[in-house]
């Protein structure tokens, strides 16, 4: 079964400046999608950005960019110019590209906080 | 975009009586519904996939006669927690996926179930 950690408990940030969180996965498939989504306090869970994994090229959102590394299955995400809104949990998630499956697996989250 | 109403918000019952959690998807077919419960401060921990028309297949551990799900229509899932005791207090967060996106996925905005 497919596993994925997130290492960092809680991160903080300051206003304005870039922040990376962690995610690692444990997977023997070769195709596969990560995501990374945001609860904020109000518990909506917003998906913040996808990546196929034979894509290659890191995804990015605006603010928002992957460091996709396929060989160490490293998946973290940066935001850059942190904003008071982005302040939430953040969750990593795996799926399985492959047959009918298409469930989500979910890291344990990072609490960002963002200090203005 | 696409959206799922989750009803209702938050519900407070009876140690013993059973509670209903209804999703619907407002703008698309709803194939593949998934529903989550989280505790606080932890991850989404996935208890059953339903398919349209098909019975929910539950994650090992999740009491199938306990937590009914049925997912009759393309718009409308629904999951009953039956005889509900404190320890089934928690957040429950539905999540729809439509056929036509490979990988999207829309969440309810959740509902905080308190059983006193």
């Known amino acids: 079964a497919q596993t994925v950690t997130q290492s960092q408990p809680e991160m903080s940030v300051q206003e304005a400046e870039t922040v990376t969180l962690s995610c690692t996965y444990d997977t023997s498939e070769s195709d596969y999608y990560l995501f990374w989504y945001k609860q904020p306090p109000s518990r909506q869970m917003i998906l913040v950005i996808r990546?196929?994994?034979?894509?290659?090229q890191n995804a990015t959102e605006n603010r928002f960019s992957v460091n996709f590394q396929k060989a160490a299955k490293s998946f973290s995400l940066k935001i850059s110019d942190s904003q008071l809104g982005d302040a939430a949990m953040y969750f990593c998630a795996y799926r399985s590209a492959g047959g009918s499956n298409y469930k989500l697996t979910f890291g344990k989250g990072t609490l960002l906080t963002v200090n203005p | 975009g696409a959206v799922v109403s989750q009803h209702p918000s938050w519900v407070i019952c009876k140690s013993g009586t059973s509670v209903k959690i209804e999703c619907r998807s407002l703008d698309f077919q709803a194939t593949t519904m998934f529903w989550y419960r989280q505790f606080p401060k932890q991850s989404l921990m996935l208890m059953a996939t339903?398919?349209?028309?098909?019975?929910?297949?539950?994650e090992q551990g999740v009491e199938k006669d306990k937590f009914l799900i049925n997912h009759a229509s393309l718009t409308l899932s629904t999951l009953t927690v039956t005889s509900a005791h404190p320890e089934d207090s928690s957040f429950y967060i539905c999540?729809?996926?439509?056929?036509?996106?490979?990988?999207?996925?829309?969440f309810g905005s959740g509902t905080r179930l308190t059983v006193v």
């Open positions: 339903s398919n349209e028309g098909s019975k929910a297949t539950y």
């Open positions: 990546q196929e994994a034979y894509k290659q």
């Open positions: 999540s729809a996926r439509s056929g036509a996106d490979n990988y999207g996925y829309t």
